[in-house]
């Protein structure tokens, strides 16, 4: 039986033996190059099978047996399993009065008899804080041996090891664990709603709790005025949240606590939500508890309706393994490409103890991560009808070090989709134990390389006589002939492109650089606004369905697109068959094509087949592409001066801007007769206003007064939403925050608090529509409540009117469910104790906008604009190509099938 390839292999390392730098065993010369009908390394011939068809072998064969799982799963479903009940304290292969049996012990650990992964890692030296150390080492190696086995004593160092680590939680509840290592991840804030199946967890943020002492609290807790708020409060949070430190660059985690039941149910938006945008956070639910009878009060298959929607959902089974599922919540959560996380706390299981007995017990369990699928797993699933059908959450995994000394890992998840850690200690005297990940770069499960890049680039090359030859090399240069032609072909292209996506968002250093030496063009997606300032001669602003037009027609007739960190969304493709005519005309001429950048090797290739697909970070792949043309030489000096290349093609990119202006509809002033505070009645001249027109206004009153860079701009989801996207002039990474995938209306409010929880010196500016706003402006309870100034600019045509739109173009002006009937949001503020102000006309508008910028910057202020309905412009034509756009607001005729979603 063959290991599963473990991505992420952390050990815990046999007495006396020490670890080889898995930097120093990688050696690009073994990245292999393969033809349609043969294989070589850098161009020899060979009857070997190539890397790349190993890849495509190995995912299907995975795929096959992930099918196999299901199959096996829903038969267990269908014997009536479900999740575990009165058997908390109670282990694999344990009997139910809490002795191992040993046939399931010997079950379980018959794991390695034919192929043990042989992996090198680091010595592992531990920091003081009992969390997932994130230097993760990015060129450990692999390598299969079928005649080593690990001795036992290795076993039984795992074993010791996880109960030194968790030894450090004696005498803690479950609750008190999750506060803690919510504390040890960095978190400083928590949304959540209260509930009864919630309590014991709930109580560890109260100010008086024993735990705090005299140092107070470390957490802040804020109560909303319902779960989904608090979901997308914590979103907003982790969008904006400036990383946890230099050397670690990954996004924070926002942080939810709600109870069971609808407290679940109502999370399910924002957690889909930000498994569509990639947006790290972990959930926490109460639960019935285990003994609770089936269809108890407020009770619900949280784990099963999250499962779909989340990078890894878990029902803790007891107090022992809470250090681990938290440590690993927020390692899967907040690595590869971030996204949520779901934990659900059965009531009785937060308040159960840590105990010597209970570590004893727990440690003495672990077996063998299962090396042939669930088939142990099955039989213990069928020998009792409450057992659940998953795997072990803890196990261990056996590995073989570079030297033949075996060792075993921790694993944490899935046999197929989980990780492994090792086990390390403090070195500052302290004895403090934390995991510690490295993972085997030869991985060849998407699931690792998902979370892990590789560094590695893929390429696939048209010959002349119609084949195709596809190899690899290494990012990282030293000779590697794939990164040389990779480099080549940027520096020849004339008309080239970058399309910057979410994966450059921590990197607008290393992007300016690389756009200025090879002066070429940049656009960005909705998530990158403001990774490539827009303030740069260079730059396009953002292309798509309702992007600018310069960046449109500029993609579709580039020779070279560099794609760095998107995943070619369809609102940024238009139809996929007219994407990239000219690009893929120059690839198979030898001046140009695609290149991709991305963090998961999932994406290569999985909506356009690119020339050279890149499994790396934005940041790594920039800083690769930099050194190799010199552009961080200390002297300053660089192999590639501004290029001439492409002057034809700015002039170009100039052109189109003055003859495809972003419209701004405008309206002439109408006379009216108002009554001043005199009581006198007069004549004024007032003036209509579009939302294009007000967005325009306040782009420009923040760029007079200097605070563009100081600002963070949340919106819902419609009109308002493009034209903030075309209008604002964005000039720093993460400046924008709105549902790009899914599309959530509502949002928007809870997007501006979390902002400014993460942000507090920031202006942090919600720009809603009144559709999506009516949806949670309950949230002004919280703003009022926590006093968090943030400024709400509510553009009301009281309409859905993007949809409204869609309805006049196919389906014949039939309008239904796009007309609002809405509150007086003014007296709606007031009712809340927030400032707020009214605007129906422009003269007005430009000293309104600056009192409610800057009048009162410790005051939350919502200002009211009434504006006419008009269609956001210009909008790529349904189901045509990216270049095909509607530009003015006229009649024309349409498919009706080809109305967007």
């Given at each position: 039986?063959?290991?599963?390839?473990?991505?992420?292999?952390?050990?815990?390392?046999?007495?006396?033996?020490?670890?080889?730098?898995?930097?120093?065993?990688?050696?690009?010369?073994?990245?292999?190059?393969?033809?349609?009908?043969?294989?070589?390394?850098?161009?020899?011939?060979?009857?070997?099978?190539?890397?790349?068809?190993?890849?495509?072998?190995?995912?299907?064969?995975?795929?096959?047996?992930?099918?196999?799982?299901?199959?096996?799963?829903?038969?267990?479903?269908?014997?009536?399993?479900?999740?575990?009940?009165?058997?908390?304290?109670?282990?694999?292969?344990?009997?139910?009065?809490?002795?191992?049996?040993?046939?399931?012990?010997?079950?379980?650990?018959?794991?390695?008899?034919?192929?043990?992964?042989?992996?090198?890692?680091?010595?592992?030296?531990?920091?003081?804080?009992?969390?997932?150390?994130?230097?993760?080492?990015?060129?450990?190696?692999?390598?299969?041996?079928?005649?080593?086995?690990?001795?036992?004593?290795?076993?039984?160092?795992?074993?010791?090891?996880?109960?030194?680590?968790?030894?450090?939680?004696?005498?803690?509840?479950?609750?008190?664990?999750?506060?803690?290592?919510?504390?040890?991840?960095?978190?400083?804030?928590?949304?959540?709603?209260?509930?009864?199946?919630?309590?014991?967890?709930?109580?560890?943020?109260?100010?008086?709790?024993?735990?705090?002492?005299?140092?107070?609290?470390?957490?802040?807790?804020?109560?909303?005025?319902?779960?989904?708020?608090?979901?997308?409060?914590?979103?907003?949070?982790?969008?904006?949240?400036?990383?946890?430190?230099?050397?670690?660059?990954?996004?924070?985690?926002?942080?939810?606590?709600?109870?069971?039941?609808?407290?679940?149910?109502?999370?399910?938006?924002?957690?889909?939500?930000?498994?569509?945008?990639?947006?790290?956070?972990?959930?926490?639910?109460?639960?019935?508890?285990?003994?609770?009878?089936?269809?108890?009060?407020?009770?619900?298959?949280?784990?099963?309706?999250?499962?779909?929607?989340?990078?890894?959902?878990?029902?803790?089974?007891?107090?022992?393994?809470?250090?681990?599922?938290?440590?690993?919540?927020?390692?899967?959560?907040?690595?590869?490409?971030?996204?949520?996380?779901?934990?659900?706390?059965?009531?009785?299981?937060?308040?159960?103890?840590?105990?010597?007995?209970?570590?004893?017990?727990?440690?003495?369990?672990?077996?063998?991560?299962?090396?042939?699928?669930?088939?142990?797993?099955?039989?213990?699933?069928?020998?009792?009808?409450?057992?659940?059908?998953?795997?072990?959450?803890?196990?261990?995994?056996?590995?073989?070090?570079?030297?033949?000394?075996?060792?075993?890992?921790?694993?944490?998840?899935?046999?197929?989709?989980?990780?492994?850690?090792?086990?390390?200690?403090?070195?500052?005297?302290?004895?403090?134990?934390?995991?510690?990940?490295?993972?085997?770069?030869?991985?060849?499960?998407?699931?690792?390389?998902?979370?892990?890049?590789?560094?590695?680039?893929?390429?696939?090359?048209?010959?002349?006589?119609?084949?195709?030859?596809?190899?690899?090399?290494?990012?990282?240069?030293?000779?590697?002939?794939?990164?040389?032609?990779?480099?080549?072909?940027?520096?020849?292209?004339?008309?080239?492109?970058?399309?910057?996506?979410?994966?450059?968002?921590?990197?607008?250093?290393?992007?300016?650089?690389?756009?200025?030496?090879?002066?070429?063009?940049?656009?960005?997606?909705?998530?990158?606004?403001?990774?490539?300032?827009?303030?740069?001669?260079?730059?396009?602003?953002?292309?798509?369905?309702?992007?600018?037009?310069?960046?449109?027609?500029?993609?579709?007739?580039?020779?070279?697109?560099?794609?760095?960190?998107?995943?070619?969304?369809?609102?940024?493709?238009?139809?996929?068959?007219?994407?990239?005519?000219?690009?893929?005309?120059?690839?198979?001429?030898?001046?140009?094509?695609?290149?991709?950048?991305?963090?998961?090797?999932?994406?290569?290739?999985?909506?356009?087949?690119?020339?050279?697909?890149?499994?790396?970070?934005?940041?790594?792949?920039?800083?690769?592409?930099?050194?190799?043309?010199?552009?961080?030489?200390?002297?300053?000096?660089?192999?590639?001066?501004?290029?001439?290349?492409?002057?034809?093609?700015?002039?170009?990119?100039?052109?189109?801007?003055?003859?495809?202006?972003?419209?701004?509809?405008?309206?002439?002033?109408?006379?009216?007769?108002?009554?001043?505070?005199?009581?006198?009645?007069?004549?004024?001249?007032?003036?209509?206003?579009?939302?294009?027109?007000?967005?325009?206004?306040?782009?420009?009153?923040?760029?007079?007064?200097?605070?563009?860079?100081?600002?963070?701009?949340?919106?819902?989801?419609?009109?308002?939403?493009?034209?903030a996207a075309q209008h604002i002039t964005w000039t720093k990474p993460r400046q924008m925050l709105s549902s790009g995938s899914l599309?959530?209306?509502?949002?928007?409010?809870?997007?501006?608090?979390?902002?400014?929880?993460?942000?507090?010196?920031?202006?942090?500016?919600?720009?809603?529509?009144?559709?999506?706003?009516?949806?949670?402006?309950?949230?002004?309870?919280?703003?009022?409540?926590?006093?968090?100034?943030?400024?709400?600019?509510?553009?009301?045509?009281?309409?859905?009117?993007?949809?409204?739109?869609?309805?006049?173009?196919?389906?014949?002006?039939?309008?239904?469910?796009?007309?609002?009937?809405?509150?007086?949001?003014?007296?709606?503020?007031?009712?809340?104790?927030?400032?707020?102000?009214?605007?129906?006309?422009?003269?007005?508008?430009?000293?309104?906008?600056?009192?409610?910028?800057?009048?009162?910057?410790?005051?939350?202020?919502?200002?009211?604009?009434?504006?006419?309905?008009?269609?956001?412009?210009?909008?790529?034509?349904?189901?045509?190509?990216?270049?095909?756009?509607?530009?003015?607001?006229?009649?024309?005729?349409?498919?009706?099938?080809?109305?967007?979603?």
């Open positions: 039986m063959k290991l599963p390839g473990v991505a992420l292999a952390l050990f815990v390392a046999t007495a006396g033996t020490s670890c080889t730098s898995p930097a120093a065993a990688f050696s690009p010369s073994s990245l292999g190059r393969t033809r349609t009908s043969a294989v070589g390394l850098e161009g020899s011939v060979s009857s070997s099978s190539s890397s790349s068809a190993f890849l495509r072998s190995a995912a299907a064969n995975s795929a096959i047996f992930r099918g196999r799982q299901r199959q096996q799963q829903q038969a267990v479903r269908s014997r009536g399993s479900k999740r575990p009940r009165g058997r908390s304290a109670t282990f694999p292969g344990q009997r139910s009065g809490g002795g191992l049996s040993a046939a399931g012990l010997t079950r379980l650990r018959a794991s390695i008899e034919e192929d043990i992964e042989i992996v090198d890692t680091t010595s592992a030296t531990a920091s003081p804080a009992t969390t997932i150390s994130n230097d993760v080492s990015a060129a450990a190696t692999s390598a299969a041996s079928s005649d080593v086995d690990a001795p036992a004593l290795s076993r039984a160092d795992a074993r010791k090891s996880a109960a030194s680590y968790l030894s450090q939680y004696d005498g803690q509840s479950s609750a008190a664990i999750i506060y803690s290592k919510l504390v040890d991840n960095g978190v400083t804030v928590v949304n959540g709603y209260s509930g009864g199946a919630v309590l014991p967890l709930l109580d560890q943020f109260h100010g008086e709790h024993p735990r705090h002492g005299e140092e107070g609290k470390k957490i802040r807790w804020i109560t909303n005025s319902n779960e989904s708020s608090a979901g997308h409060i914590a979103e907003g949070f982790a969008k904006s949240a400036p990383a946890l430190s230099p050397t670690d660059g990954k996004m924070q985690a926002g942080v939810v606590v709600a109870t069971s039941g609808p407290g679940v149910t109502n999370l399910i938006t924002p957690i889909t939500d930000a498994m569509c945008d990639g947006v790290p956070m972990v959930v926490l639910c109460g639960q019935a508890a285990t003994f609770a009878p089936e269809a108890a009060f407020q009770s619900c298959p949280a784990v099963d309706l999250t499962r779909p929607i989340t990078k890894w959902s878990y029902q803790i089974r007891n107090a022992a393994e809470v250090p681990f599922v938290m440590d690993y919540a927020f390692y899967v959560a907040r690595h590869g490409r971030p996204g949520p996380v779901f934990i659900d706390l059965p009531k009785d299981l937060q308040n159960q103890i840590v105990t010597p007995d209970l570590v004893e017990e727990f440690t003495a369990s672990l077996a063998d991560v299962a090396a042939d699928g669930q088939d142990q797993i099955m039989m213990m699933a069928q020998s009792s009808k409450t057992a659940t059908h998953e795997a072990p959450f803890v196990s261990l995994s056996t590995h073989v070090r570079s030297d033949g000394r075996g060792h075993h890992a921790i694993h944490l998840g899935s046999p197929h989709e989980g990780l492994s850690f090792d086990v390390a200690t403090a070195s500052d005297g302290t004895g403090t134990t934390s995991l510690q990940p490295v993972y085997s770069s030869s991985s060849t499960e998407l699931y690792e390389l998902d979370i892990h890049p590789t560094n590695v680039i893929h390429e696939t090359k048209i010959e002349t006589d119609g084949t195709t030859t596809t190899r690899t090399g290494a990012l990282d240069g030293h000779g590697s002939e794939v990164m040389t032609e990779m480099i080549d072909l940027i520096k020849q292209a004339r008309k080239p492109v970058i399309i910057a996506g979410q994966g450059c968002n921590d990197a607008p250093d290393e992007l300016r650089k690389f756009a200025e030496a090879l002066q070429i063009p940049v656009t960005t997606t909705l998530h990158a606004m403001g990774v490539f300032d827009e303030r740069h001669p260079l730059a396009l602003n953002m292309l798509g369905m309702h992007g600018h037009a310069t960046p449109n027609f500029m993609v579709q007739e580039c020779d070279l697109l560099l794609n760095i960190g998107s995943r070619f969304d369809d609102r940024i493709t238009g139809a996929l068959g007219s994407f990239l005519p000219e690009a893929r005309r120059a690839a198979v001429e030898g001046r140009g094509g695609i290149i991709h950048v991305d963090i998961r090797k999932s994406e290569h290739a999985k909506q356009v087949e690119p020339n050279f697909f890149v499994h790396s970070t934005g940041l790594d792949f920039l800083r690769a592409v930099n050194a190799e043309l010199g552009l961080d030489d200390p002297d300053g000096s660089a192999k590639v001066k501004p290029s001439t290349a492409t002057r034809s093609w700015l002039k170009y990119k100039t052109e189109l801007e003055k003859e495809y202006p972003v419209p701004v509809p405008e309206y002439r002033p109408h006379t009216v007769t108002v009554t001043g505070d005199d009581g006198i009645e007069r004549e004024e001249e007032h003036t209509k206003m579009s939302a294009q027109y007000v967005i325009k206004k306040l782009n420009e009153v923040i760029l007079a007064a200097g605070r563009m860079d100081d600002c963070f701009f949340s919106t819902g989801v419609g009109i308002h939403q493009m034209v599309g959530t209306m509502g949002v928007c409010l809870g997007y501006t608090i979390g902002s400014k929880l993460a942000n507090p010196q920031a202006i942090c500016i919600g720009i809603d529509g009144d559709g999506s706003f009516n949806m949670t402006f309950t949230e002004l309870k919280t703003v009022a409540e926590q006093g968090i100034p943030i400024k709400m600019l509510i553009l009301d045509n009281e309409s859905q009117m993007m949809v409204e739109y869609w309805q006049r173009l196919f389906h014949a002006e039939r309008y239904l469910a796009v007309r609002n009937i809405n509150p007086d949001y003014t007296t709606l503020a007031d009712s809340f104790r927030i400032k707020n102000i009214y605007c129906d006309h422009a003269e007005d508008l430009e000293s309104k906008l600056e009192d409610f910028l800057f009048e009162d910057p410790d005051q939350p202020v919502l200002f009211h604009c009434r504006i006419e309905r008009t269609p956001c412009m210009p909008m790529v034509a349904p189901g045509k190509a990216l270049d095909d756009m509607i530009h003015r607001d006229e009649r024309f005729d349409v498919d009706p099938s080809a109305a967007p979603s």
